[in-house]
């Protein structure tokens, strides 16, 4: 029975501080993204021009 006390606790206090959140707006979410999805394009652009720079000196080693 203490478990299911716990549990029940445990549930009640999560929805309690839930709802204590502030949410961000859609235009924050959506400007949020944006930058996201930009910043993983440059990295992706970035990690591609390093792995072929670093592959073409191994196969100048080898």
Do not use: P
Not at 9 to 18: M, P, S
Not at 32 to 55: A, E, P, R
């Amino acid at each position: 029975m203490n478990l299911i006390k716990n549990a029940m606790g445990f549930v009640i206090g999560a929805y309690y501080e839930l709802t204590k959140a502030t949410w961000l707006g859609k235009k924050e979410v959506v400007g949020t993204t944006i930058v996201v999805i930009i910043f993983v394009i440059i990295m992706s652009i970035f990690v591609s021009i390093v792995d072929l720079f670093l592959g073409t000196i191994v196969g100048i080693i080898l």
